[in-house]
């Protein structure tokens, strides 16, 4: 069974660091393109980052570059988002979620871990 958990979100200062994580279990996570999808209440979900398989190349949604990053330990299958220099706007739930690699959806994603970034 395809398992996607995140975790490490929370509260923080405008201007404050904060790193999420994604373990994946149930199937081999190198071989999958992961990404970072947040929302915020009331909207639709943005997208935020995507990996590629071997932790090689990243892309990133402009509101968030030069301040966030995505990177993974394949022998841990987990999946990071380093987040800095946090805005007001950043606060949403954050979700990660798998990109199925012949459909290019994202058919599996994890609970969403919520970030809170207020003074």
């Known amino acids: 069974e395809v398992q996607l958990q995140a975790s490490g979100g929370g509260l923080v200062l405008p201007g404050g660091s904060l790193r999420l994580s994604c373990t994946a279990s149930g199937f081999t996570f190198s071989q999958y393109e992961m990404t970072w999808i947040r929302q915020v209440s009331g909207k639709g979900p943005e997208w935020v980052s995507i990996i590629n398989g071997a932790g090689a190349f990243a892309n990133y949604a402009d509101s968030v570059k030069d301040r966030l990053s995505t990177f993974r330990d394949n022998a841990k299958d987990t999946l990071y988002l380093q987040m800095n220099s946090l805005k007001p706007e950043d606060t949403a739930v954050y979700y990660c979620?798998?990109?199925?690699?012949?459909?290019?959806?994202?058919?599996?994603w994890g609970q969403g871990t919520l970030v809170t970034v207020s003074s």
């Open positions: 979620a798998r990109k199925n690699t012949s459909t290019g959806s994202y058919d599996y």
